[in-house]
């Protein structure tokens, strides 16, 4: 009896010794990402030129995978992929290690439109990985594409009850503060304020707050016109070609997925061999290949197929992004930010 | 009125498993985003098993879920029949607890156990994951087994005993026999809690250690994708041979 309890005993601890042997093997590396970011033989070719192997585990919302460093002190894992502003939040809060550019010989594709924004102005924390933005997409079969060029458009009384806008506040509080001639990144209350009476007057024409559930409220045709991601905006026309994706004249919100390496992280080299072998132009271009997001090298876009090169959602032009902005981190404004959100969703 | 007794208990059915269908359809159907019908295909489930990522996160999944079942049911009916046949000090309290346990929110207890694990320097992976499931899944089982105890005919282990069985005797062929309805309940109650929990698992797995249900909770970003019908589909037949199989298995017990 006592002989069986040590052998099941044996057994249940298994895992905990395998796993600190695992640790100090140096062949190893913990990513973790969005779902459906990295496509999968992107990361078998990793593994078979380098002998690296890959634990790829997912998070759902830049909230869920800050809660979690935060609790392992950036230890455990040794890449993430935080969004635009939560670099700044990540970098602040002293989660982040520097990353060595002189270790990537990639470094130079990136195009340098996407550096040195606010969230990180030397880059010495973040590397950017994909890029896109928040815009108008419209169903050509109701709606006259080339009538569509402003966000005010959306106060046409033709689109009562069809329009979709994203529910998160910094994009649609962002897309009002274009609309009124403001910044994204706006501080004052006096613009807010502005941004929030034109949602107020949008109000009663949206169908849904929703951005995950985009594709299915167009392919539904629930909703004709509203905002969308770049990426599921493309990946949508492939189905649906009779949607349109459309940059309004005031510009539209931008975001920036960056790739990044946690303080604590275990494996920093391996990390640094990782995110040059993102920014190589040949794995670069089969991932923007995948997902149809912008991105920011610029030697992977020139290998792009025609079709991609010219679709406007997937490569805007200088014009389309004239007054587009990236979503920095707006520090106790975004209480303003929140109030006035909380004021259009109770409608007082 | 015996035809609107059994419309209701029809709609009642429907309801329940109308959605379940809907998704098998759509697993089968020829689009990635619409909800039309655009013909018929398997290219979904091709497209499943071939995703090594989701595969991977699917057998730890149900090894997890098969693991922690099997030691929360056994840990379970022990502290069950402990509660129940016992008098020692603290029983209450032990008692309570169980049902404490039961009604505590799952973010407390993921919480409370990372916290555990970090304060210890236990790695977070398969270990902590299954150490955490068994928690969570124990005082269900225990639950589940006490209530069928409440039930329990006490002169049964009595007349055993005074026909010179031992208390280690009474307990196989009388005791567990009886309630292993309550033992199997408990042991699926286990494998679907494990099976489907995001809240505790996000917080007490690892880097190198991904579960099915964190995995299509990240999914939802982009859209629930085809292949995540598909897959919902064979979970939800596998369910089925699970049930048939219990059920075949108790019948085959009752006829000697």
Redesign the interface.
Same mark, same amino acid.
């Given at each position: 009896m006592k002989k069986l309890f040590a052998v099941i005993l044996t057994v249940m601890?298994c &895992?905990?010794f395998a *796993?600190?042997a =695992?640790?100090q093997d140096e062949k190893?590396l913990?990513?973790?990402n969005?779902?459906?970011y990295i496509p999968?033989d992107v990361l078998t070719q990793f593994t078979e030129e380098t002998g690296i192997e890959i634990? #790829?585990?997912?998070?759902?919302?830049n909230e869920?995978m800050y809660a979690?460093l935060k =609790? =392992?002190d950036g230890k455990? #894992?040794?890449v993430v992929v935080p969004s635009t502003y939560f670099v700044t939040l990540m970098r602040e809060q002293g989660l982040l290690a520097r990353i060595d550019t002189g270790k990537l010989d990639n470094f130079k594709h990136i195009d340098p439109f996407v550096l040195h924004q606010p969230f990180d102005p030397k880059n010495e924390y973040s590397v950017p990985y994909m890029w896109g933005s928040t815009s108008l997409l419209v169903n050509t079969d109701h709606v006259d594409p080339a009538s569509v060029t402003s966000w005010h458009d959306l106060l046409r009384p033709e689109f009562k009850g069809k329009i979709i806008l994203s529910d998160d506040l910094r994009d649609t509080m962002g897309m009002a503060l274009l609309a009124t001639g403001h910044s994204v990144n706006s501080r004052s209350d006096a613009e807010l304020k502005e941004a929030y009476e034109f949602l107020k007057q949008l109000y009663p024409s949206v169908r849904v707050f929703d951005v995950?559930?985009?594709?299915?409220a167009f392919?539904?045709e629930e909703v004709i016109i509203g905002m969308s991601w770049n990426g599921?905006a493309t990946?949508?026309t492939q189905? %649906?070609p009779n949607l349109q994706y459309i940059y309004p004249r005031e510009g539209a919100p931008l975001w920036l997925d960056s790739l990044c390496i946690p303080k604590n992280a275990e494996h920093k080299d391996n990390a640094h061999t990782f995110i040059n072998f993102l920014l190589r132009p040949d794995i670069a271009k089969r991932i923007v290949e995948e997902y149809l997001y912008s991105t920011p090298n610029k030697a992977a876009w020139e290998l792009l197929p025609e079709d991609l090169k010219n679709s406007r959602a997937v490569s805007p032009t200088a014009q389309d992004l004239e007054k587009s902005e990236f979503c920095d981190s707006v520090g106790p404004a975004l209480q303003i930010y929140e109030k006035y959100w909380q004021m259009l969703k109770t409608r007082s | 009125m015996k035809i609107l007794r059994r419309t209701y208990m029809w709609a009642v059915y429907a309801f329940l498993y109308i959605p379940i269908l809907v998704v098998i359809a759509y697993s089968v159907n020829n689009?990635?985003?619409?909800?039309d019908w655009k013909g018929f295909t398997w290219k979904w489930y091709q497209q499943l098993f071939s995703? *090594?990522?989701l595969m991977d996160a699917a057998a730890n999944s149900l090894m997890v879920a098969t693991v922690a079942a099997t030691c929360a049911t056994v840990l379970g009916t022990l502290a069950a029949l402990c509660i129940h046949r016992y008098r020692f000090t603290g029983r209450k309290v032990l008692h309570g607890l169980t049902y404490v346990l039961t009604v505590s929110p799952d973010i407390v207890m993921g919480i409370s156990l =990372?916290?555990f694990f970090?304060f210890f320097h236990?790695?977070?992976?398969?270990?902590t994951l299954?150490a955490a499931h068994i928690t969570l899944c124990l005082p269900f089982v225990t639950v589940t087994v006490l209530g069928r105890f409440s039930e329990f005919d006490e002169d049964v282990v009595a007349a055993a005993k005074d026909l010179g069985a031992s208390e280690g005797q009474a307990f196989r062929h009388v005791i567990l026999p009886l309630i292993m309805p309550a033992v199997m309940a408990g042991w699926l109650l286990s494998f679907t809690l494990s099976m489907d929990d995001v809240l505790i698992s996000?917080?007490v797995?690892? &880097?190198?250690?991904?579960i099915l249900p964190?995995?299509i #909770?990240? %999914?939802?970003?982009?859209?629930v994708?085809p292949d995540i019908n598909a897959l919902s589909a064979v979970l939800f037949c596998l369910t089925i041979v699970l049930v048939l199989l219990a059920h075949t298995l108790s019948k085959a017990r009752r006829r000697p």
């Open positions: 601890l &895992p905990f *796993q600190n =695992l640790a190893i913990n990513v973790y969005w779902s459906e999968q634990n #790829y585990t997912t998070f759902e919302s869920a979690k =609790l =392992l455990g #894992y040794d995950t559930a985009t594709k299915q392919a539904s599921d990946v949508l189905e %649906m | 689009a990635k985003y619409t909800t995703n *090594q990522q =990372l916290i970090i236990i790695e977070l992976g398969f270990g299954l996000f917080f797995t690892g &880097p190198n250690f991904d964190l995995r #909770y990240s %999914m939802v970003r982009l859209g994708k």
